[in-house]
């Protein structure tokens, strides 16, 4: 336990460097290690447990501005929002979901392509007067749009991918919103994230003239779970779904009372002819049409419905029932995107630069070992040395393992940076206290204290240097900043100190 207590510090270089291994070779652990669908299983088949960005594996990268205007400085609150709402939508002649007021910045949004004079004039007719209005929209808005893409991303199991948003020079409402995804090609990426993904499900049923009649009886936001896409006993393709309480009961009574649970309102589908039909939409084209089954008829008439609002939305195909599905799960974009531009890299062209990065940094470790043993001359403070500064980089890649952090070479570039930068500072170590010869462990800490503190007055300079690249939309140079902000806190926090151990059992022989 004595031994511990002095060498804490070597000892949790050695747990994280021990965890870091098992993250990256140990099956079935870590983000891309195994237990996973499309590009995560195809992570998990090589060496390690890594992912890989579009650069080291291929894939597609596209950029998509999204459609919208929005008005700034309307005097908007929690009882006039729907109301300012109602005015603009119908002032517009779009729908009242494309209408959005937010109180807490005194915005309107129109998810639409129209004209910011016509906006304006809507609000002013209304009786408000905005500041200014725009194309775009709001930071909100786009984050929303940035999850919803990521959730629809995660549901079909690509791993990697990356999504999202940075500034243009168009000004504050100018951004584009940005998809890596890779191992895919543009006509991949853009069928998964196409349209809005809003599910809707109507009613078609005769009128009371004759003619055939649509309702919306079930929006996608009112359903509280989605289950796999299965088969049904007849083997068509159904996504099992429950909704809320509420939209159930709701349901229930719509088609009661659009005769979908009579006797002639029952498999008596005859799309787009007639009859009673169960249109399942998205983005608003008609994906299936279906008749009420007596069975749930018979539910919906008892009540039983009520008390367990559950159904299936059947499908043409397995692939749609799983379009479906992740665009049930993941909601519908608020505004629709329009693709600008795509960067593709071909899989075997990517595959040439995994050798040459490996080869890189073999080169770049090899490089510092040799100038490191030149200038010691001595193993015992040279080896150590080059292998605390490896350590950091093992660890590393432990964490990009665990994150599931898709690498490109950005990220390599930010290793090598770390590998240098900790040399560095180790240098600093082993020249302020093997400026003279240490007599005791005492003299050792006093001089070990020192150097220190100008590596830590150093690595707060880098983190504060690389903070904005860290945190601004910058695309390749944010990996870089990443990679060396999380080895500067590594090497700060772990490695150096472990190294100042080593080299005090090194130099002091327990004195």
Not at 126 to 143: F, H, I, K, M, N
Request: with cysteine.
């Amino acid at each position: 336990m004595s031994w511990f207590r002095e060498n804490w510090r070597v000892a949790t270089l050695v747990v994280l460097l021990l965890g870091s291994s098992v993250a990256l070779f140990a099956p079935g652990v870590g983000a891309g290690g195994g237990g996973g669908s499309g590009q995560q299983a195809e992570a998990a088949s090589g060496p390690t447990n890594l992912n890989y960005g579009l650069e080291l594996s291929g894939g597609v990268r596209l950029r998509a501005t999204v459609t919208g205007v929005t008005a700034d400085g309307v005097d908007v609150t929690v009882d006039n929002e729907g109301d300012i709402a109602e005015a603009v939508a119908t002032a517009l002649d779009v729908e009242r979901g494309d209408v959005r007021a937010r109180p807490a910045g005194d915005t309107v949004e129109v998810y639409q392509d129209v004209a910011p004079s016509d906006v304006e004039a809507a609000l002013t007719d209304a009786g408000y007067e905005p500041d200014s209005v725009a194309v775009g929209v709001t930071q909100a808005t786009r984050d929303n749009i940035v999850s919803i893409i990521e959730s629809k991303v995660d549901a079909t199991g690509l791993g990697g991918a990356d999504v999202y948003d940075i500034q243009t020079q168009g000004g504050d409402r100018s951004h584009y919103v940005v998809v890596e995804v890779p191992g895919q090609n543009a006509t991949q990426v853009q069928d998964l994230i196409r349209g809005r993904g809003e599910v809707e499900l109507w009613a078609f049923y005769p009128g009371e003239n004759g003619t055939q009649t649509n309702t919306t009886v079930l929006r996608g936001e009112e359903l509280v779970e989605v289950d796999q896409p299965t088969r049904n006993t007849r083997g068509r393709p159904i996504v099992p779904v429950q909704l809320s309480e509420s939209a159930g009961e709701r349901f229930a009574s719509d088609m009661q009372r659009l005769g979908f649970t009579s006797q002639s309102g029952t498999s008596n589908c005859r799309y787009p002819d007639g009859g009673y039909c169960l249109l399942t939409t998205l983005d608003g084209d008609v994906v299936y049409d279906a008749s009420m089954s007596p069975d749930l008829a018979a539910d919906l008439r008892s009540g039983t419905f009520a008390n367990n609002p559950t159904f299936t939305i059947t499908a043409n195909s397995m692939e749609e029932a799983r379009d479906l599905q992740v665009n049930l799960q993941a909601g519908a974009l608020p505004a629709d995107l329009v693709f600008q531009d795509s960067y593709y890299v071909s899989p075997s062209f990517a595959d040439r630069y995994k050798p040459l990065t490996l080869v890189t940094g073999i080169a770049a470790a090899l490089a510092v070992a040799l100038m490191v043993f030149l200038r010691y001359g001595e193993a015992k403070v040279a080896l150590p040395m080059v292998l605390t500064a490896l350590s950091e980089v093992v660890i590393l890649l432990g964490f990009a393992a665990v994150s599931g952090l898709a690498l490109d070479l950005s990220h390599l570039a930010g290793f090598i940076a770390v590998i240098g930068t900790g040399v560095d500072d180790l240098v600093i170590i082993a020249d302020e206290v093997m400026t003279e010869e240490v007599s005791s462990s005492r003299v050792f800490q006093s001089r070990f204290r020192k150097a220190l503190w100008v590596i830590g007055a150093a690595a707060a300079t880098t983190i504060l240097a690389m903070s904005p690249l860290a945190v601004l939309s910058l695309g390749d140079l944010r990996g870089f900043a990443l990679v060396t902000i999380l080895g500067v806190l590594v090497g700060v926090i772990v490695t150096r100190p472990a190294y100042g151990d080593v080299l005090r059992r090194l130099l002091t022989d327990n004195r």
